[in-house]
């Protein structure tokens, strides 16, 4: 099992949303959105066939991506799981014949990937649902009596490190009984780490298709998706450059955080075409530039936060920090000369990855350098770094005036924030 500083350190993970909605090509809430009845679901579930879903393909794109784990939705809201069951027929292994949470698990480990899986409270196919359990105290008994039947069986069934759950409506921890849930599924697989979606505490906070880092800090993920949908959606080619998924990780990055990408293969589980290419590019710079995604301390800016920043922002791409370095990502190349301000630490050394090439600097003023002779052209395709060596752990503040003021001040703007999640 992994430890929780062992997961914070992993920065990268891929999502992979895939199970019965993905044949129907229209994302992963279309039960719900288009009211199919469970017994026409039932009727679509006959022709679901995962040929093309090749656990050792997906296990060998995450790690060409840079990768260091993987989750898989063993059961989305509408019910159908992708694993073996004794407590339905509702299956993958019952339609097709496989297991497809055994078959990636079994491939994460010889690929020496971590495992979660996403699992669902919510069922909309059997009865009684969240809905009868919101209207009636014997449906509610009933429901989570089978709820957590249906989560510990799959805890003993699997050997995983991450119980992702999902689909917490309507119910707060009280409503789920998240505590006493999570309690039975430690006793069963001691190290087990949880997401705090069942209401309980959990392990690491989750947030959703945005990537800010907890304040106070505490270890997180955030999950995204590739383009605008989780599962397949035949329409959806909004996909993101690889150079936007760089400036995720280093978000996540500086915030001492993890991204979890989303991919959606299609309904036959053969992976789109657009995610494998995009996911290859970033998986290149990592193997060029990665250094600067390693070993981070929080060196974050988020304009809603207010204030306890140890970061600041650049017109050039985002920075992260390890130790005594400051990364910057240029994801905007700068051209032969870049001056830097409200740093409060000296630099020593500087050098740009991957090529290893030394760049001349000078001290301008108290915490200003121009870095010079730089290349006209930035010596990587997606984003050079400029490495920053400094005699210490480096901070950085300008404020949103043309000096610091030396009396208490707001740092940017004094107005309540207007762009606060």
């Given amino acids: 099992m992994i430890t929780v500083n ?16 993905s044949k129907l090509e229209r ?11 469970s017994e026409n679901l039932k009727r679509i579930a006959k022709d679901f066939s995962p040929d093309r879903f090749d656990a050792d393909e997906l296990c060998q794109l995450a790690q060409k991506a840079g990768m260091r784990y993987i989750v898989l939705t063993s059961m989305h809201h509408d019910g159908f799981r992708l694993y073996r ?19 990636l698990i079994a491939s994460a480990r010889q690929h020496g990937l971590a495992v979660g899986l996403y699992h669902s409270l919510n069922n909309w196919c059997e009865r009684p649902d969240a809905v009868d359990a919101l209207e009636s105290k014997e449906a509610y008994e009933a429901f989570i009596k089978r709820t957590h039947k249906r989560v510990l069986e799959l805890v003993k069934l699997y050997d995983f490190d991450v119980l992702w759950y999902d689909g917490w409506w309507p119910f707060d921890g009280e409503g789920w009984q998240g505590e006493k849930l999570n309690a039975m599924c430690r006793e069963l697989r001691p190290g087990l780490l949880f997401n705090p979606r069942n209401g309980a505490q959990g392990d690491f906070a989750t947030p959703e298709q945005h990537l800010t880092a907890p304040h106070p ?4 993920e ?44 299609k ?12 996911l290859e590019q970033v998986g290149s710079w990592m193997n060029r530039c990665g250094e600067c995604l390693r ?12 204030n306890g920043h140890r970061g600041d922002w650049s017109h050039h791409g985002p920075m992260t920090t390890s130790g005594n370095n400051l990364y910057l990502v240029a994801t905007n190349w700068p051209g032969n000369e870049l001056v830097l301000s409200g740093l409060e630490a000296e630099i ?15 001290r301008l003023l108290p915490g200003v350098f121009r870095l010079y002779d730089l290349p006209d052209q930035p010596p990587d395709p997606l984003a050079a770094v400029i490495k920053m060596q400094c005699d210490r752990e480096p901070v950085m503040y300008n404020c949103g005036g043309m000096r610091t003021p030396q009396v208490p001040h707001p740092p940017y703007d004094p107005l309540p924030s207007d762009v606060a999640l």
């Avoid at 800090?217 to 997180?220: G, S």
């Avoid at 020593?348 to 000078?362: A, H, I, M, R």
């Fill in 6 to 21: 062992d997961f914070v350190g992993f920065r990268f993970g891929m999502f992979i949303h895939y199970g019965l909605y």
């Fill in 27 to 37: 994302g992963e809430w279309a039960m719900n959105r288009e009211k199919i009845s």
């Fill in 85 to 103: 069951s004794e407590l339905s027929d509702f299956t993958a292994p019952s339609v097709c014949g496989r297991d497809l949470c055994a078959e």
């Fill in 217 to 220: 800090w505490e270890p997180w």
């Fill in 222 to 265: 955030g999950c995204m998706t590739l383009n605008d949908t989780w599962g397949y959606h035949r329409g959806d080619n909004n996909w993101k450059s690889p150079k936007e998924v760089i400036k995720l990780l280093c978000k996540a990055a500086a915030g001492n955080g993890n991204l979890l990408l989303n991919i959606g293969p």
């Fill in 267 to 278: 309904g036959d589980g053969s992976i789109p075409h657009e995610s494998v290419e995009i």
């Fill in 295 to 306: 070993d981070n301390s929080v060196f974050t800016f988020e304009l809603e936060q207010r």
């Fill in 348 to 362: 020593e050394s500087v050098e740009l990855l991957p090529t290893g090439d030394k760049v001349t600097f000078e």
